[in-house]
């Protein structure tokens, strides 16, 4: 498997699913990178998971910066999208591009913003519009969008009657247009990412959105069970590193009280005479 690109993701549509992943640091990269991950997402899920932060919107984008710098150094062939994070164009939407070209310098192929309106007009559209007319490869995010929940009723599934649903097909049509690569649709009736996903040529990647999206996407902690403080009904925990991993720990709190640890053939060594040298020098 080479380098994956945007086009790549592209073709997937209607032939093959998309498996994406959140992933923050380093070494978790390179083990997504061997699985064959498609893309593996610099989620600002960084703030919970990572920074014990209460929202998403609290992280900074220096945090986002070294974090993506870090995933895209472990990262040979997936595509690693960066999100770009509250503060780098909700607040200030005229500095979006200048955010977004940092990720990029430091490894990411794209960035993912989340819909949001704003009433001076500096809304997602304005954002989108300027991300790729600077050749900056965007990926869109609707349904439930975490930087905003305040504002949709809290953590709460989205479009469940008629005219939110279609809504949310409006906004995926415009970003469409707009000339994102790809949506992610959070927590969405089945039926209606099964609706969006038919309408739209574009990949559509799914978090609590049912099956029948062009692709999915978790949280890493959240399937690999390292975060407890929530988990909602649409993750599948693969794996409860967790449990195994607070057991290695007690182990090896263990072997050190009980001086079991580092053995032997764990130490480094001073030859003989060097040691004997040492000894009559200190004596
Ligand atoms: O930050 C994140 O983890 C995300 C995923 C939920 C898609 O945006």
């Known amino acids: ?15 093959s ?25 610099v989620g600002d899920s960084l703030a919970n998971v990572v920074l014990g932060l209460e929202e998403t919107r609290r992280v900074s984008f220096g945090e986002m910066l070294n ?66 007319a600077a050749n900056i490869p965007v990926m869109g995010h609707i349904g439930l969008t975490p930087q905003t929940a305040h504002l949709l009723g809290g ?54 959105a049912g099956k029948f999206c062009d692709g999915q996407v978790l949280v890493l902690y959240d399937m690999l069970g390292l975060y407890k403080k929530i988990r909602p009904k649409f993750v599948r925990m693969y794996k409860d590193l967790y449990i195994q991993t607070r057991s290695a720990l007690r182990h090896y709190a263990v072997d050190v009280r009980h001086g079991k640890f580092p053995a032997r053939f764990e130490s480094f060594s001073i030859k003989k005479h060097e040691l004997a040298l040492l000894k009559r020098k200190i004596r």
């Open 1 to 15: 498997m080479g380098k994956i690109t945007i086009q790549d993701i592209l073709k997937k549509k209607g032939k």
């Open 17 to 41: 699913k998309i498996a994406m992943l959140t992933c923050y640091d380093y070494s978790f990269a390179r083990i997504l990178d061997e699985a064959g991950i498609d893309v593996v997402l």
């Open 67 to 132: 974090h993506t710098r870090a995933v895209a150094a472990g990262v040979e062939n997936s595509l690693v999208v960066a999100d770009m994070p509250f503060v780098s164009y909700q607040l200030r939407a005229s500095r979006a591009v200048i955010y977004a070209k940092k990720f990029i310098a430091c490894g990411a192929a794209a960035v993912k913003v989340e819909w949001f309106s704003a009433n001076n007009n500096k809304d997602c559209v304005y954002v989108v519009k300027k991300l790729i």
């Open 155 to 208: 953590y709460k599934v989205q479009g469940k009657d008629m005219r939110a649903a279609l809504n949310l097909l409006k906004q995926a049509k415009i970003l469409e247009k707009l000339g994102v690569f790809s949506i992610v649709l959070e927590c969405v009736p089945y039926q209606v990412a099964r609706l969006i996903t038919k309408q739209v040529r574009i990949p559509t990647i799914g978090i609590g």
